[in-house]
């Protein structure tokens, strides 16, 4: 059994990242810095996600810089800055005075109207996203943002007509779908399109793992809203549900393999059987859904959170003349019919490959959108959520056009959010049959 080193491919940083970098900016980046070859990045989200994407940011460029921070908390954002000046290599690249952090349901908009800020880094909750993306592009800002995307239907529309006028405006959007960038998935999934295993009638997801922990007491004097905002996770107009928030990683690889096909409807259940209580909000901890293909091709999915279970993470593939999988983000394998197989492990960070790319781009002044993939590949996991709410077959063009909303954009803790607990301040989740 072979195991080949994966080298990095065109897709990744190579040398011409070191040249680009004495490059002059593009026009939109000229525009807000003129004379200048720093580029200037706001961190909006300033969670354990948002600090380690500001990280990879500035070892992405090294004229790169923190300008400046966004969060509802500011303990959050010191925490934050705090930790980058610690980790990252030059701390000078972390210039985040105080008149340039902000607090508050609405401290992303005054981080857009800055006129010195370049770039922006969105990861607050995935129900934001939508909004965020929006007013970034229209404020002329390069944007990373965090899967998912969206957590509904319509965000993931306003997703698609935000990246539309980016495109038109030659603004850069990367979206955290890091295994686009990973060397072992390219390899892997390059031996696929190539028809190593042959046809592809059936590829498995599994996300089967134990419990993700991110609860949080109610405090005392929090609105509803705040207590379901700082609990972003548990409820679905914040997170979209584990399927969405965390499995979607899995299905934007499946629609890689796949070459980016559209399924044609899905079907599936889900529930809740240990996440229960004042805690663990609205969310299922457990869905199964199958979804089919115009060629007649399946993709069935597994998705479970719960302790002491049996955890496998990643996708099988079924081929007619073998078979292939990716786990764990770290390992893959073909094993075709006839011959040998072959493992593969990752040599590169994903992660830091993903803003290499992007700084590149703005560098350089390529074309780089990840917009759209970004919006469908989170859609491709909202109709699987949706299936296993409603108990219905949902077809993709009645999600896609789907009139459910679900995220709404607060501007104050005093606003009602979209549910209430009962008087045990325990959630209903959503029921089959009656949703």
């Not at 210039?95 to 857009?112: D, S």
């Not at 007013?135 to 002329?140: H, I, K, S, T």
């Not at 979206?175 to 072992?184: D, E, Q």
């Not at 899995?250 to 796949?258: A, G, L, T």
């Amino acid at each position: 059994m072979s195991d080949p080193k994966i080298q990095r491919r065109t897709f990744v940083k190579n040398s011409t990242l070191l040249a680009a970098a004495a490059s002059a900016f593009p026009a939109g980046v000229q525009s807000q810095n003129e004379g200048s070859e720093k580029v200037r990045v706001a961190l909006i989200g300033c969670g354990g996600r948002g600090t380690g994407a500001a990280a990879q940011a500035l070892s992405a460029d090294d004229q790169a810089e923190i300008w400046a921070m966004a969060d509802i908390d500011q303990r959050q954002i010191d925490i934050s800055r705090e930790t980058l000046e610690k980790n990252v290599p030059d701390a000078k690249q972390v210039k985040v005075a105080p008149e340039r952090q902000f607090t508050g349901l609405n401290a992303y908009e005054q981080v857009m109207a800055m006129n010195d800020v370049d770039v922006v880094i969105l990861t607050t909750p995935p129900g934001f996203r939508p909004f965020h993306f929006e007013a970034a592009v229209n404020a002329g800002k390069h944007v990373f943002m965090e899967k998912p995307v969206a957590v509904d239907a319509a965000g993931v529309r306003r997703v698609l007509e935000a990246a539309k006028a980016a495109k038109a405006k030659d603004l850069k959007v990367g979206v955290g779908f890091n295994r686009r960038h990973s060397p072992l998935h390219y390899e892997v999934i390059s031996r696929l399109h190539d028809g190593g295993i042959g046809e592809l009638p059936l590829i498995q997801i599994f996300n089967c793992r134990s419990d993700v922990n991110k609860r949080r007491e109610r405090q005392s004097g929090e609105s509803e809203l705040e207590f379901q905002v700082r609990n972003w996770y548990y409820f679905t107009w914040l997170s979209g549900d584990f399927m969405v928030e965390q499995s979607v990683h899995e299905f934007d690889v499946v629609r890689w393999i796949k070459q980016e096909q559209f399924p044609v409807s899905c079907q599936g259940q889900g529930g809740r059987l240990v996440r229960t209580g004042p805690t663990n909000g609205q969310i299922y901890d457990h869905f199964s859904v199958d979804y089919q293909f115009a060629d007649g091709s399946l993709v069935t999915t597994q998705h479970r959170h719960i302790p002491k279970c049996w955890n496998w993470f990643g996708e099988k593939i079924i081929g007619t003349e073998g078979t292939a999988e990716l786990s764990f983000k770290a390992n893959g394998a073909i094993r075709p019919s006839q011959g040998s197989a072959t493992r593969y492990k990752e040599t590169g960070n994903s992660y830091q490959l993903e803003h290499d790319a992007l700084f590149s781009a703005i560098r350089n002044g390529s074309e780089f959108n990840e917009g759209d993939r970004g919006a469908y590949s989170t859609l491709f996991s909202i109709m699987g959520r949706m299936a296993a709410y409603t108990g219905q077959e949902i077809k993709w063009e009645d999600a896609l056009n789907s009139e459910e909303t679900l995220a709404f954009n607060p501007s104050n803790w005093e606003e009602d959010p979209p549910l209430f607990p009962n008087e045990d301040l325990e959630y209903a989740p959503f029921r089959p049959g009656f949703t």
